[in-house]
């Protein structure tokens, strides 16, 4: 199965803190990557997550369970520039498949 | 410290043309990996290229075909273009076989109009 499930789209407050979930289907999961994506721009790495437990970078923060097949993404002290699509990929062999991506709008 | 790069940033082709995308991974990458964005949708992979092979295809007809150079560059052609090839390429570059060296790192894309 191929299906990565995200929320299509969230929105939050300037300051505040904000989760956005990942679901997969765990047959032949080898890695989750969580990549941000500005309009019109290409992706850019945020964190990677292989083995279950909470990976802290920053303000931003991300959790895996394998055996549940889920993933979080956390955003800290929410800033304007935060409002983008956060794009969660899982790993099969070499490649990655994507969810269709969380549109995140950060609002003062 | 070069990121990956891709030209050209934008294209405009009509249906049936023939059109090849160009990509130079990060330096120290070996590994080149294309996806296809459509608007509003996650990236679709469409194929990764090592040692200058073909190694692994996603589920994308044989008018999607590539070539890696023996500096790791690689490039994307689509023959016999439809308006449905409309969107954004991204190539994607890694170091394989170093561990938690996947990481793939995308370029700034080529968008490409099909009209």
């Known amino acids: 199965g191929q299906n990565i499930d995200q929320p299509t789209e969230m929105t939050a407050t300037e300051g505040a803190i904000v989760q956005i979930n990942c679901t997969y289907q765990t047959s032949g999961f080898n890695g989750l990557f969580w990549y941000q994506q500005h309009a019109g721009e290409a992706p850019t790495f945020l964190s990677y997550?292989?083995?279950?437990g909470l990976e802290e970078k920053g303000r931003f923060s991300s959790f895996l369970s394998r055996s549940k097949g889920y993933s979080y993404l956390l955003l800290k002290e929410l800033q304007m520039k935060d409002s983008a699509s956060y794009l969660c990929?899982?790993?099969?062999?070499?490649?990655?498949?994507f969810g269709q991506g969380t549109e995140l709008s950060v609002k003062p | 410290d070069a990121g990956v790069t891709q030209s050209p940033t934008h294209l405009i082709k009509t249906r049936g043309q023939q059109v090849t995308l160009r990509c130079s991974p990060k330096s120290g990458h070996d590994t080149v990996s294309w996806y296809q964005q459509a608007l509003g949708q996650g990236p679709q992979f469409i194929f990764q290229?090592?040692?200058?092979?073909?190694?692994q295809r996603g589920n994308f007809p044989d008018r999607f075909s590539g070539h890696q150079f023996p500096n790791y560059s690689s490039e994307l052609n689509v023959n016999a273009l439809l308006l449905g090839d409309s969107a954004l390429y991204l190539c994607?570059?890694?170091?394989?076989?170093?561990?938690?060296?996947?990481?793939?790192?995308f370029g700034p894309g080529t968008r490409l109009l099909v009209l």
């Open positions: 994607a570059s890694s170091l394989e076989g170093i561990q938690g060296g996947e990481t793939q790192y």
């Open positions: 997550n292989v083995l279950d």
């Open positions: 990929a899982v790993r099969r062999g070499g490649k990655l498949i």
């Open positions: 290229y090592y040692e200058e092979e073909e190694r």
